[in-house]
Each structure stands twice: as structure tokens, then as C-alpha cells.
């Protein structure tokens, strides 16, 4: 059944930069447990909080039957494909500067024109193509190949984009069909589920400073993404995707105070690029739906 949201916009903006506060403090966190810890590990304890933050929830009377899906393999999918989001971001981050690997992931929204003209059979006029083309430039000031500042780790991030891109379009997809406590929980348990398969051959005893961190990664993240969803409650995603930017912001100051990290002039412009490119994507995707009456989706919720 699709959710109608209540028009209060000016909450849906402070929720939304408030979730960007929990998600910039994720990315930091798991940016320092990755100079100890496998990539796998970290994942497995951000999913296995996850699993335990929402259990409950599943759980409870009230949910109903929290797990069935009218589109299950839909759902399998989504959630390995933001698994493979949530690990891809991990191992960049051991590699680049928070800010740097922050910005080049906000490409995803380019992924998304891209895969929604292939499984959506969306018409994109030229307009959005510039945007799309502009992204990519956009990505290139960043990571600027074939030069001496290329680092190659910085694919991680643009595999989590497109990820993250993956998931946006089959959230669309199921949309209307699954409540939204049926989508996290099966994004939990996939998540954790494939990680505890994975996580034995990775496995690095952690003391308990790693463990809590882990934690905290997990509670945060989960706490972040949770705020998303409640946001949407309240205001449409183009109204409320110009404000996920000041994640970059976050990101930015976390990576100068914690890492002493200083993103250089291109990383600044690349991101304004990006983030130029994301807003105008973000007004024609409003346009659109205004022409053919439907409704926005949520952002995936891990």
C-alpha cells in the first residue's frame, strides 16, 4: 500500500539534514575501523546491529506479517544490491579521503537516468542527458585518471553509487506493493545473512574499542537512514534531495578534524559539479512526475 505523506516540508528538511549528521558520523567511523579491520567485518557488524535494531519491529504485533513481499526476489535483490554498496564505500574509504570518496559516491543519481531508461523504460530528454554528462565530468575533476593524483581505489565508490543506483530503481519498482518495514527487513537480513557466510574467511579477532565502534557504526547508520525515511513523510524527494548534500559538508569537517585530511580545489569543484548536476536532475525528476501524476519514492533505507 503506498504511503501518503503528510505536506509539513520545512520538517522534512530539518530531518533530512539531521540524518546527514548520523550518516557523515557512519562514514568517519568506519573510515577509522578500516585501517584495523576487513571491509567484510565491518559490514557484518553494521548489518548484524541492523538486524537487531529492527528485529523488534518485525516482530511485534502490530507489524503484522512484517516479511511478506509481493515482489520477494525484487526485495533479495535490492538488498544484495545495497550490500554491495555498503561494502564497496567501506574499502574505498581505507584507501581515500573521506571528502573525496563522500563526493565522488553522490554520482548515483546519473546511474539512476541510466538504469531507469533500461528497466523502467523511462523517456529522458536532453536536458537530463546534460545533467548526466555533467555528473561524469563531474566524477573526472575528482578522481582526475590518468594523472598523478589518480588513485585507483577510487572505483570503490562509484561501485557504490551504482549500487545505491540499483537499489533506488527496484525500490521504485516495488514501491506501492511493500510497506516500508517490509523493504528494511529484508535489506537487514539479506545483508546479514550474505555477510555471515562471508565474514569466517575475513575474520580478525577485534578488541572491544572495535567492537563498540562497530556499534556505533551500525546504530548510526540505522538511526540515519530510519530519519530518511521519516522525512519523506512529510515532503517529496525533490524537494528534499538538495538538502542530502550537506552530508558533504559533514564529511568534509570530520575528514580536516579526525583525519587531518584538506580536500584540494578539485575535489571542491568536482563536488559542485556533482552536486550541481544531482539538483537539476533532482528538478526534472520533479517536472516528470508533476506531467504523469505519480508519486516520489523514498530514498532505499540502508
Not at 559490514?43 to 541492523?50: E, G, S, T
Not at 544484495?80 to 563522500?102: R, V
Not at 575475513?202 to 522525512?231: D, E, F, R
Amino acid at each position: 500500500m503506498a504511503h501518503r505523506h503528510t505536506d509539513k516540508p520545512l520538517l522534512g528538511i530539518l530531518l533530512i539534514i539531521g540524518s546527514t549528521v548520523f550518516l557523515a558520523s557512519s562514514d568517519a567511523m568506519a573510515k577509522y575501523l578500516a585501517r584495523s579491520l576487513p571491509a567484510a567485518e565491518i559490514a557484518w557488524l553494521r548489518f548484524f546491529v541492523f538486524v537487531l535494531i529492527l528485529l523488534p519491529m518485525v516482530l511485534a504485533p502490530s507489524s503484522g506479517k512484517a516479511m511478506r513481499s509481493t515482489r520477494p526476489l525484487l526485495q533479495v535483490f535490492r538488498g544484495l544490491a545495497l550490500l554491495g554498496s555498503s561494502i564497496f564505500f567501506i574499502i574505498g574509504l581505507g584507501y581515500l579521503p573521506i571528502a573525496e570518496a563522500a563526493a565522488t559516491a553522490f554520482i548515483a543519481p546519473v546511474f539512476v537516468t541510466g538504469l531507469s531508461i533500461m528497466f523502467l523504460a523511462e523517456k529522458v530528454g536532453i536536458r537530463r542527458w546534460i545533467a548526466t554528462i555533467a555528473g561524469l565530468v563531474g566524477v573526472l575533476v575528482v578522481v582526475r585518471p590518468g594523472t598523478s593524483a589518480f588513485d585507483p581505489a577510487a572505483i570503490y565508490p562509484i561501485l557504490s553509487a551504482l549500487g545505491w543506483a540499483v537499489a533506488l530503481v527496484l525500490t521504485r519498482k516495488i514501491t506501492g506493493g511493500d510497506r516500508a518495514i517490509t523493504t528494511m527487513a529484508y535489506s537487514a537480513i539479506v545483508g546479514f545473512l550474505i555477510m555471515s557466510v562471508l565474514v569466517p574467511f575475513y575474520w580478525v579477532p577485534p578488541n572491544w574499542q572495535q567492537i563498540a565502534l562497530g556499534v556505533a557504526i551500525g546504530v548510526s547508520s540505522t538511526t540515519g537512514h530510519w530519519i530518511v525515511v521519516m522525512a519523506f513523510r512529510y515532503a517529496d524527494a525533490s524537494v528534499l534531495a538538495p538538502f542530502s548534500y550537506v552530508q558533504l559538508v559533514w564529511v568534509a569537517l570530520l575528514g580536516f578534524f579526525v583525519f587531518g585530511e584538506v580536500p584540494d580545489a578539485f575535489t571542491y569543484g568536482g563536488a559542485a559539479i556533482i552536486i550541481a548536476s544531482g539538483l537539476y536532475t533532482a528538478h526534472r525528476e520533479r517536472v516528470r512526475r508533476a506531467q504523469v501524476l505519480i508519486p516520489a519514492e523514498p530514498y532505499p533505507s540502508v
